[in-house]
């Protein structure tokens, strides 16, 4: 708006002293700065935060690697800082039957533009012949699941779009989880409803990361 308001006054300034043909000139230039302005305010928000995130994973990493003494919870936060506007981090941990994580992208302000969550899990096959083993390992067949759940936000909680993708992986067929969950497609969240967990985490989180709570025997933001 104030490029279109300067464009405007210049235009009804320079007015007075140009030739007609010049006005015309000016009144060209102005549309074309108000066709411009009017293409950023319309930029796609979850395009912009993609990109923003791209240059976010090209920044440096630092780790730290924790155990919780109290709770079978070990893993590492990762966190990447491009400068003051833009920040990303991450938190990721196994237990006895999978591996969870969560990653979000912090523009200035604190405020968060998008989550991600990932649950891993796995079981036995309960459809697998009892006699069944691993021609490889010998180990019994299991099924292994990942759903992974994210979450875009315009002005830190106001929720603009939500994605859902859940992939399931059969040892016994040879399936592997990570090539299953790539090749599957997002859909909408059947759930929008619950970014609002999932916001409250990444909050807790990022105020964990802030204040230096994260340490060698950190135990998760316990949300």
């Known amino acids: 708006m104030r490029s279109a308001l300067i464009a405007c006054l210049l235009s009804i300034g320079l007015a007075a002293c140009q030739d007609p043909n010049s006005a015309a000139d000016s009144d060209a230039v ?8 009017s293409s950023e305010q319309n930029e796609d928000p979850v ?16 780790e730290i690697e924790f ?16 400068d003051k506007n833009l920040q990303w981090m ?12 969560l990653e979000a992208l912090v523009y200035v302000g604190d405020k968060i533009a998008f989550i991600m969550e990932t649950e891993n899990t796995w079981a036995f096959d309960p459809d697998a012949p009892a006699d069944y083993r691993d021609p490889e390992t010998n180990s019994e067949a299991t099924v292994d699941t990942e759903v992974q759940e994210r979450y875009y936000y315009y002005q830190d909680g106001n929720l603009i779009e939500s994605l859902y993708k859940k992939a399931v992986a059969h040892s016994r067929k040879g399936e592997a989880i990570e090539s299953e969950i790539k090749h599957t497609r997002n859909k909408p969240h059947p759930y929008p409803e619950k970014h609002a967990k999932a916001l409250a985490r990444a909050r807790a989180l990022l105020a964990a990361w802030q204040a230096d709570e994260i340490d060698s025997q950190w135990c998760g933001p316990g949300i």
């Open 47 to 62: 395009m912009q935060i993609s990109a923003d995130h791209s240059r976010a994973m090209k920044a440096p990493p630092r």
């Open 67 to 82: 155990q919780c003494p109290t709770e079978p919870f070990a893993g590492v936060f990762v966190s990447r800082i491009v």
């Open 30 to 37: 102005a549309a074309s700065e108000s066709s411009e302005e």
């Open 90 to 101: 991450r938190y990721g941990g196994g237990h006895e039957h999978g591996y969870l994580s």
